[in-house]
């Protein structure tokens, strides 16, 4: 089932749930990729509330009118605004600010969900994101980036586990290697051979913030053949191989079913898929 609705303060999302739920739910909560929307990831909207999960996508604005931020083609202007905010230190904050609010609003989502009324557990709240969302939930984990002289973090102490989706490394938005070891709660960071950065970064850049994070509970997923726009399904006359989004699928369910429900089950097999566990 899916609903879109305006949280307090005029942040709009939209809500993946089960049909029929039964019992308080794990919530997920998802931040998008830049030029992305609460729109999106229907793959893992599906995929996650058919395992019992509800699913909140907050619609980030990048700077950009809501209108144009959901637009699912953007102009050159559109999208150079959207970077130039989000490489500006002052915006940083702000997408983990939307996911507190995200947060906060849970507790009175079923008022205007009806079929939700009893039925969310607040006490095991995952967040998750893709590309700039993978940095949200990063940051969001207890990464620290460094502006000017000085440390700043975003905590979002509520959540139990995060999952980041094509994450950036050391050197992208104020990142280095001495931003990683505040991340205590679980982490599962996937990323492709194919997954290169923007500036020209190997795809072996998106493992920085595994390979320096402080052990237990975190996960490294490397799928073969995947890029950048494997994890959001593609772009529009380019859709993303369907094998691959399983095994994405695979893998996330098996991170949220372990740290949000307690599932003590082996990692999937992912063809030709490298995973390392800390």
Not at 3 to 17: F, N
Request: hydrophobic fraction near 40%; charge should be negative.
């Amino acid at each position: 089932m899916i609903a879109d609705r305006t949280l307090e303060g005029d942040l709009p999302v939209r809500v993946h749930y089960p049909a029929g739920l039964i019992g308080p739910a794990p919530i997920i909560v998802f931040s998008h990729g830049l030029g992305g929307s609460r729109l999106g990831y229907e793959f893992l909207g599906k995929a996650w509330s058919e395992r019992g999960y509800v699913v909140v996508l907050p619609s980030h604005r990048e700077n950009v009118p809501l209108g144009v931020a959901e637009q699912e083609q953007h102009t050159l202007a559109d999208l150079r605004a959207m970077k130039e905010a989000i490489n500006d230190p002052a915006n940083w904050p702000v997408r983990p600010l939307d996911i507190r609010r995200t947060v906060d609003a849970l507790e009175s989502l079923p008022s205007q969900i009806r079929a939700l009324n009893g039925m969310l557990d607040l006490s095991r709240i995952g967040v998750g994101g893709h590309s700039y969302g993978a940095y949200t939930a990063l940051l969001c984990a207890g990464a620290r980036v460094r502006v000017g002289d000085e440390w700043q973090t975003f905590p979002e102490p509520r959540a139990r586990a995060f999952a980041a989706l094509s994450p950036p490394g050391n050197g992208s938005r104020g990142l280095s290697a001495e931003s990683w070891t505040g991340i205590r709660a679980p982490l599962l960071c996937m990323t492709g051979t194919l997954d290169g950065g923007v500036l020209g970064e190997p795809p072996s850049w998106r493992e920085d913030a595994f390979k320096s994070l402080p052990g237990p509970d975190h996960d490294l997923v490397v799928l073969d053949g995947a890029d950048h726009f494997t994890f959001s399904a593609g772009r529009p006359r380019f859709p993303a191989d369907p094998a691959l989004m399983k095994q994405i699928e695979a893998a996330t369910l098996w991170f949220w079913d372990k740290h949000l429900r307690g599932v003590d089950a082996p990692f999937p097999a992912l063809a030709g898929a490298r995973a390392e566990h800390k």
